[in-house]
């Protein structure tokens, strides 16, 4: 088992920058992907970054590609998502989620254990 909360949101001017960290709970962090989901207001949950166990490899969705990077210290039981450049259209609740598959997935169900998510707001 593992929990999970988020923190690093607020409201920032589009072009700006935020750092969202991702704590995690337990002596098992390193054995989870994890990945990072948004989900604006009355829109389904929508896949943003993975990265595996280990940290050697991510996957990034096309809209954040290039802007965004996710790592991990698995020292501190954390996973971070830099997201630079940020836009109106990435307003969203931001949700760090943990993955026990090594199976790369942007599936929501797929992953097994979520944060309670923090809000982004980028204004125009």
């Known amino acids: 088992q593992v929990q999970l909360v988020e923190s690093g949101g607020g409201l920032v001017q589009a072009g700006g920058s935020l750092r969202l960290s991702c704590a995690a709970s337990?002596?098992?962090?390193?054995?989870?992907?994890m990945g990072w989901f948004r989900q604006a207001p009355g829109k389904e949950r929508d896949f943003v970054a993975r990265?595996?166990?280990?940290?050697?490899?991510?996957y990034y969705a096309a809209s954040v590609k290039g802007r965004f990077t996710i790592s991990r210290d698995n020292a501190k039981n954390a996973v971070y998502l830099q997201m630079n450049s940020l836009k109106p259209e990435d307003t969203a609740v931001y949700y760090c989620?943990?993955?026990?598959?090594?199976?790369?997935?942007?599936?929501?169900?797929?992953?097994?254990?979520w944060g309670q998510g923090t809000q982004v707001t980028v204004s125009s």
């Open positions: 990265i595996s166990r280990s940290g050697a490899n991510t």
């Open positions: 989620a943990a993955d026990v598959s090594v199976v790369v997935t942007t599936i929501p169900s797929d992953y097994e254990h």
């Open positions: 337990g002596r098992t962090f390193s054995r989870y992907a």
